[in-house]
């Protein structure tokens, strides 16, 4: 079975193809240096550059995997969420192609696709405690087997990527800010100090809070005209982010003591710090499943991942 899939979510235009259990191609073309200066994604700039990206990443991928059109069997395509306009684009093209080539079309869920994502290269022991950590989504969610998901916890407010973003742009770093920080963080020391937020029993989170801590200290030292270190200052804001993370992750296994397998994915996924935490020995009794680091960010490889799962359970 060979699956087309489609990814047009936010702003990666990609095209994966899978055959039977390999995965042949990957081409992700990426419109981060379009939209480094807004400090953000412009989503109708975002739309207007997946039509244009579309064809020359299709026919890469078609040459670099030896198919042909007619070999494909199934074309597989982010439905939601997303943002709405690049969500449409995609699901135009993937109707589209459905239609000239005679080809079944499946809609896939963006969030599940990231899950399977980290299933790409490794194996998941059920049941399974799911951590879900990107842009616009934190969220802990429960699976009992392959394409049942639970959530038991989310944001309430910011999600972790978010807050990274806004905060890297209150110290005038680029977008976006989660790897900036990520990489500033290694090189502080601790010097200063934010809060951990969301101290309580639930397994919900919420990062607005550590946001506002973040501006609040750098509003007082600079009325206090005292030099910011960025690295030091990363290096805070980083174990006061992730920190949460751990403090949720430790109380959803108190509440589920059957796990098995711990998976993390999402593009917070790639934080080189998050990996440590969780890779740490304690943790080691159980299955720790991160994705490669090209398979944490918006990709097709994931969206395919998924299709076959849904196919071979027959889940339209």
Known sequence: MIILGIETSCDETSISIKKDDKILVNIVSSQIKNHIENGGVIPELASRLHLKNFPLVLNQAISESNIEFKDIDHIAYTKN??????LKIGEILALTLGLYLEKPVLPVNHLEAHIYGAHIGHKFEFPALVLLVSGGHTQLIFMKEHLNFQIIGETQDDAIGECYDKVARMLGLNYPGGPIIDKLSAQGKSNYELPISMINKTLNFS????????NNLLTKLKNQK????????????????IGQIQNKLDLAISQFPDIKSIVVAGGVSANSYLRSIIKSNQYKKFNVIFPKLEYCTDNAAMVVELASYKLLNKIN
């Open 81 to 86: 969420p997303g943002l709405i306009g690049c």
């Open 207 to 214: 990062y607005s809070g550590l946001k506002s801590a973040a």
């Open 226 to 241: 005292k030099e910011i270190n960025i690295e030091d200052f990363c290096n805070a804001f980083q174990k006061a982010a």
